[in-house]
């Protein structure tokens, strides 16, 4: 089945460090892998997304390839702030009953000190 | 933002009665979904709308039914609650079929707790 595996956390850094977030997948044919943020008391909102194997997706200095080779979407960010503390969601789509729906992986809780 | 929002923002109820959630959309997005979020869990969905009175089950649909008559409504009914029902519930929407497309838009969530 379609299933996603992140690193366990939490993950404490101090700011200015750098951030890597583990991520891989099992999936049938050629999903879309995304990355959510969940800050607290929020919603989760999108942070990037990649649609094929080598497609890079970034934002807000975030960066994650997908790496079809691996079954891996590891998330990086150079140079962490304590903004971006948070919880961190990798997901694939997959295929249900004609509609494409997301699995997630069970959240990797990053805190950065000052 | 995505106009989305949950009511209520938290409940509290107790175990065998009945419990509605709302989700009100101003988007006119055709997909709508109902997730809960629990420790160790992550996200998992319980049913979803494809459009108006179209619906399906998700992972862990058990307990749970859901109804949409409008586009911007979509509510999420626990016919008995239980204790493990105890969560924190989001609504999200999309308006495309193909997800490596379309992105998922959650609303800020309904936390539930069942005694």
């Known amino acids: 089945g379609n299933s996603v595996t992140q690193m366990e956390g939490p993950v404490t850094l101090s700011e200015e460090a750098f951030l890597t977030i583990n991520c891989t997948y099992t999936?049938?044919?050629?999903?879309?892998l995304f990355w959510y943020v969940q800050y607290p008391g929020e919603g989760l909102q999108l942070l990037l997304k990649a649609t094929k194997a080598d497609d890079k997706g970034s934002n807000k200095g975030f960066e994650a390839t997908y790496r079809k080779e691996t079954t891996s979407f590891h998330l990086e960010k150079g140079s962490v702030q304590v903004s971006d503390s948070a919880v961190y969601f990798c997901?694939?789509?997959?295929?249900?009953?004609?509609?494409?729906?997301?699995?997630f992986g069970k959240g990797t809780k990053l805190t950065v000190n000052p | 933002d995505a106009g989305i929002t949950q009511s209520p923002r938290h409940k509290v109820t107790e175990t065998g009665t009945p419990v509605t959630l709302r989700c009100h959309q101003t988007e006119n997005h055709r997909y709508m979904y109902w997730y809960r979020q629990d420790p160790g869990h992550g996200l998992r969905l319980i049913h979803y709308s494809y459009g108006v009175k179209d619906t399906d089950k998700g992972e862990v649909s058990d307990g749970y039914s859901v109804s949409r008559s409008k586009t911007e409504d979509f509510l999420l009914t626990l016919e008995s609650a239980t204790s493990s029902q105890t969560s924190v519930y989001f609504c999200?929407?999309?308006?495309?079929?193909?997800?490596?497309?379309?992105?998922?838009?959650f609303g800020a969530g309904t936390r539930l707790s069942v005694l």
């Open positions: 999936a049938t044919g050629y999903p879309s």
């Open positions: 997901a694939l789509s997959r295929t249900q009953g004609g509609s494409e729906k997301l699995v």
């Open positions: 999200a929407i999309s308006d495309g079929d193909t997800m490596a497309k379309n992105i998922q838009y």
